[in-house]
């Protein structure tokens, strides 16, 4: 069929899958769709969204993309919906990102010492590249400035500029996040003067670079690298799609912010210096 890449979603171990999915067998039926698609010869990965319900499995995913020859493992974040800012060192599902995360780093490091040739990917939060490059200069202090460069370049988040998502209706959304909000139809309108019309508020504000960003995003120190996170996420949980990123697992500290007053509510801050 000429596919280039096919990716299958493991939600956990066996029971997990088949409770996630609600259907007994259904990790089976999936692992054996993975097997006849890898001795096909056609590249495949395992596509992993973590939730609170399945984080603790992650290590064994990644014993099982060892075990099955699996080259590819694909780590989505779930959109995150806990308590915004507040006690966020604190909060749990926020350190388990940060886990999961120093996870992903040290076994795509020791796969690439091996010479496995394995690709690691995340998705979902453009918050990963800052806590690469926090990792990178923790681990590999000489490579920090060309790893940053790197980062800068990629640009963060593209939504509404190098991404984009045509539903099965024919209806064009930002990414694939966005079903919920269309730009138009490519069965009234071409594609392309759909995607450059910047008369719609959400794509005038997705193409604007720098985005105009507000709270902690607009503040953070790695601005250019993340480039505001994922909008969508905010509009979902705040109204406002030029919001802060709830779902940024980032310290104030880590992303250059120095907090000056806490209480009860809005929280003043200012860059550090």
């Known amino acids: 069929m000429g596919f280039d890449y096919l990716g299958i979603s493991i939600d956990?171990?066996?029971?997990?899958h088949d409770r996630f999915r609600r259907k007994e067998g259904a990790y089976?039926?999936?692992?054996?769709?993975?097997?006849?698609?890898?001795?096909?010869?056609?590249?495949?990965g395992l596509r992993?969204?973590?939730?609170?319900?399945?984080?603790?499995?992650?290590?064994?995913?990644?014993?099982?993309?060892?075990?099955?020859?699996?080259?590819?493992?694909?780590?989505?974040?779930?959109?995150?919906?806990?308590?915004g800012n507040k006690n966020r060192e604190d909060d749990v599902f926020l350190n388990t990102t940060r886990w999961a995360m120093d996870l992903l780093f040290e076994r795509?490091?020791?796969?690439?010492?091996?010479?496995?040739?394995?690709?690691?990917?995340?998705?979902?939060?453009?918050?990963?590249?800052?806590?690469?490059l926090r990792w990178v200069?923790?681990?590999?202090?000489?490579?920090?400035?060309?790893?940053?460069?790197?980062?800068?370049?990629w640009g963060g988040n593209s939504s509404g500029v190098n991404i984009a998502n045509i539903d099965n209706q024919g209806r064009v959304h930002p990414d694939t996040m966005w079903w919920d909000y269309d730009l138009g139809n490519v069965k009234q309108r071409p594609f392309s003067e759909i995607w450059q019309d910047t008369s719609d508020p959400i794509m005038a504000g997705l193409?604007?670079?720098?985005?105009?960003?507000?709270?902690?995003?607009?503040?953070?120190?790695?601005?250019?690298?993340?480039?505001?996170?994922?909008?969508?996420?905010?509009?979902?949980?705040?109204?406002?799609?030029?919001?802060?990123?709830?779902?940024?697992y980032l310290t104030d500290k880590e992303i250059g912010i120095e907090v000056r007053v806490e209480d009860d509510g809005p929280r003043d801050r200012l860059l550090a210096g």
């Open 108 to 132: 795509a490091l020791e796969d690439a010492t091996e010479g496995r040739g394995t690709e690691f990917v995340t998705g979902n939060n453009d918050a990963d590249g800052v806590y690469l």
């Open 48 to 83: 992993f969204t973590m939730t609170q319900d399945n984080a603790e499995e992650l290590p064994q995913l990644l014993d099982l993309m060892v075990e099955e020859r699996i080259n590819k493992f694909y780590f989505s974040h779930l959109n995150y919906a806990g308590r």
């Open 28 to 44: 089976e039926e999936s692992m054996h769709g993975l097997r006849l698609c890898r001795d096909a010869g056609i590249k495949v």
């Open 12 to 16: 956990g171990i066996r029971e997990t």
């Open 207 to 248: 193409k604007q670079s720098p985005r105009k960003i507000g709270g902690r995003c607009g503040q953070c120190h790695y601005f250019n690298i993340c480039g505001g996170n994922t909008r969508v996420r905010a509009r979902q949980l705040t109204g406002d799609a030029w919001s802060e990123d709830p779902a940024c």
């Open 137 to 153: 200069e923790r681990r590999f202090p000489e490579q920090a400035e060309h790893i940053g460069d790197k980062l800068i370049q």
